[in-house]
């Protein structure tokens, strides 16, 4: 057999072992989320003790009370380099320097993670850009590893204040990312960590559905449905139940199975979209859109960004405390530049609908025909009704992707629904699932937006948390076998110092829905190098949908990253067999390969990055 001959750097090896495992001391999470961010540690004695989980309390200047996390949100200065500040400073700051008009040089990104979800074969890299809220870019690795660096600086800041002599080599830092990432998405935030300056052997990529299961099952009252007493943590071996994982940016579903009193399996392949908590700020966004017209949308972003920035704050709290059982109405603040920007349009001869509107007031009732909008003066007043209708989106999604999860089961039963994620804490959509599935409980935790968080710090205590997981896709590597005339196409034949072959040959490791135990490898295969004075060998990692794919060049087959090892000094590398094994079922693809000959041992994190 011969390995594909691409060239590509080699990845950075990864060989986490049991004895470095053991040397750490705290065991620390950083949640990077899409509209909010934090961090969270505890020590190794205070997890042997079952001791409280530390997690940073934010606060921010628009409001009095502490957050257990901090906004998502960089500001950049105008080197493209240089984090000013970051999470609610970052706003406070802009929001100053967009008052004294010294803001156009900046970079500040919100809601920037989402930048990073796509389909499991599209290629990421290094110079990926992100978009920032006034439309300049940067390269995405540097937004994500300034963000890090700042939340893990932060952190250590506050470890050295108690613990006098800790090393940054006495932590295990685990980044948490959702579930439904791709390999190449995952691989990123890897390599941001590492540009953040966090040790290679110290970090874990953690999924976010199964950090917060991990913390729920640790504790009864933190996860307990007071209705039917169902609780998280007494669940029998062998209960199923799902994860539902709301966050800003994404909506996470994973089904989990009790397999001990410590560890779970997952039983579904995770699924999900990008329909969280923002997608009804998005709503209220396309509500302005369609009152001034997407240009003057944009006009008042650009010119009046104090009052922008305050109106979506002032819709972020609004949307965050809303209880349709509670109140009929919502009340907002809203700025009069506004207005002044709408009359601009009025005046406008390119448009002209708006041409025919007498006032703002008109423009409102053309979208609202039951009178559940009134605008005085500086305040606008929304019906609850009307209000909820920004909700309905992201509620929809969520309840469809419960739906799909749940026909995937094929009428297994269910023990509960375990919500967590920020946006898990809208009484809305608590509403929404109870009253769509009456006949599963609905589990909340309390502080269900830091569930996550703490989940992560025991994740990275307990790794192997997750015993088993579904495999999402068909893996392998491109290599070559003996050509066979009239069995393999002409166009594939090559001739190398090892006789004549046939390339392109997809060496199956793992199919898809093959339930695989993590932090083991699945398949060994013997691989040798192709050329006699060859001194390193590269694999392309392919992934299919196809249950057996034949040709890696096959339909819905794509390289989605790449491994490289160096071989050892060898008069003929062709006599030099190397056995070749992966691990595809932790968070990240795992490959090892030994040198028959030497014994040589290498244990590598796969490449996305092109």
Request: hydrophobic fraction near 35%; charge should be neutral.
């Amino acid at each position: 057999m011969e390995l594909s001959a691409l060239n590509m750097a080699t990845s950075a090896e990864c060989d986490i072992t049991s004895d470095q495992a053991d040397s750490k001391i705290i065991f620390a999470a950083i949640d990077l989320g899409t509209s909010y961010s934090g961090w969270a540690f505890a020590s190794k004695t205070d997890l042997d003790r079952n001791s409280t989980i530390y997690v940073k309390s934010w606060y921010s200047t628009y409001t009095s009370n502490s957050t257990g996390k901090t906004s998502t949100c960089a500001l950049i200065k105008p080197d493209g380099e240089t984090l000013d500040s970051f999470g609610y400073e970052a706003e406070s700051r802009y929001d100053d320097l967009v008052t004294k008009k010294q803001h156009q040089a900046y970079f500040f990104f919100k809601n920037f993670k989402t930048g990073l979800y796509g389909k499991y074969y599209q290629p990421l890299n290094t110079g990926m850009k992100l978009v920032d809220q006034m439309g300049r870019v940067l390269p995405a690795i540097n937004v994500f590893s300034a963000s890090i660096r700042f939340l893990a600086e932060d952190m250590f800041s506050d470890l050295k204040r108690r613990f006098q002599d800790i090393r940054p080599g006495d932590i295990r830092w685990v980044i948490t990312v959702p579930a439904i990432w791709t390999d190449q998405a995952k691989y990123l935030m890897r390599e941001s960590a590492l540009q953040a300056g966090l040790l290679p052997d110290s970090i874990i990529i953690a999924l976010e559905p199964e950090a917060a299961s991990v913390y729920c099952r640790q504790l009864d009252v933190c996860a307990i449905n007071r209705d039917s007493g169902v609780a998280l943590s007494s669940l029998k071996i062998g209960s199923k139940y799902l994860v539902l994982d709301a966050g800003g940016g994404t909506v996470d579903l994973t089904v989990h199975e009790v397999a001990s009193s410590k560890t779970v399996k997952q039983i579904v392949t995770a699924s999900g979209n990008v329909h969280g908590g923002n997608a009804v700020n998005k709503e209220f966004e396309k509500f302005l859109r369609t009152t001034l017209s997407d240009e003057k949308y944009e006009q008042f972003k650009r010119i009046e960004t104090d009052d922008w920035l305050y109106l979506m704050g002032e819709f972020e709290s609004k949307k965050k405390s809303f209880n349709p059982k509670e109140q009929d109405h919502v009340n907002m603040r809203f700025p009069h530049s506004f207005k002044g920007i709408y009359e601009s349009n009025k005046r406008s001869s390119i448009l002209k609908r708006i041409i025919k509107t007498k006032s703002l007031d008109d423009a409102f009732r053309e979208i609202d025909t039951g009178n559940e909008i009134t605008l005085k003066r500086d305040k606008i007043t929304f019906t609850s009704h009307f209000f909820s209708n920004f909700f309905k989106l992201a509620t929809l999604k969520a309840i469809h992707e419960i739906k799909k999860i749940i026909e995937k089961m094929q009428g297994e039963t269910l023990s509960c629904i375990l919500m967590v994620g920020g946006f898990s804490e809208c009484i809305l959509l608590q509403q929404a699932v109870k009253t769509e599935f009456p006949d599963i409980p609905v589990v909340v935790p309390v502080e269900a937006s830091t569930a996550v968080l703490k989940g992560a710090v025991l994740y990275g205590y307990y790794p192997p948390v997750i015993s088993e997981r579904i495999v999402k896709y068909t893996y392998g590597v491109s290599g070559s076998a003996e050509f066979i005339p009239g069995a393999h196409p002409i166009e594939k034949r090559v001739v190398t110092d090892n006789g004549v072959r046939c390339k392109d040959i997809f060496f199956k490791h793992v199919t898809r829905g093959e339930l695989v135990k993590t932090g083991e490898s699945q398949r060994t295969k013997l691989f040798v190098p192709q050329y006699r004075d060859q001194r390193t060998v590269k694999w392309d990692i392919c992934a299919s949908k196809l249950e057996n794919p034949r040709y890696t060049t096959d339909k819905d087959c794509h390289v989605i990253g790449r491994v490289t090892l160096n071989l050892s000094g060898t008069d003929d590398a062709t006599n030099n067999q190397l056995e070749v094994s992966f691990a595809f079922g932790g968070t990240e693809i795992v490959v090892t390969a030994k040198e028959v000959k030497t014994g040589k041992i290498v244990k590598s994190v796969v490449s996305f990055l092109e």
